[in-house]
């Protein structure tokens, strides 16, 4: 059985950072892509990075990059998510998904077969 378990999400001010973690069973980060996601009621869920499987390719959307970092431990079988100089467009729920390596474009989420329950970001004053 896959599972994919969020922590770290939490109530910060702007400008402060978190890290996320994703704690992964039933599959091996090796050939499987793993990616984080967020999504605001009312909008669709949107790709924030990703790391490739096979060879540790990190991927960001445009708007993210310089700001979050996406890392993985083998051996812990974890992904994280560092996010630096938050801000109040950043809250979220942030959910982490799964997907075989090369089964699709990572910002696509359809493309995802498991998915964890999402952990939520707020970033406010």
């Known amino acids: 059985q896959v599972q994919l378990v969020e922590s770290g999400g939490d109530l910060v001010q702007p400008g402060s950072s978190l890290r996320l973690s994703c704690a992964v069973s039933g599959v091996t980060l090796d050939y499987h892509d793993i990616s984080w996601f967020r999504q605001v009621p009312g909008k669709e869920r949107e790709g924030v990075s990703s790391v490739s499987g096979t060879d540790d390719s990190t991927y960001y959307a445009d708007s993210l990059r310089g700001r979050f970092t996406i890392s993985r431990d083998s051996a812990r079988n974890t992904v994280y998510l560092q996010m630096n100089s938050l801000k109040p467009d950043d809250t979220a729920v942030y959910y982490c998904?799964?997907?075989?390596?090369?089964?699709?474009?990572?910002?696509?989420?359809?493309?995802?077969?498991?998915w964890g329950q999402g952990t939520q970001v707020t970033v406010s004053s």
């Open positions: 998904a799964a997907k075989r390596s090369g089964s699709g474009w990572w910002q696509i989420y359809q493309n995802y077969a498991y």
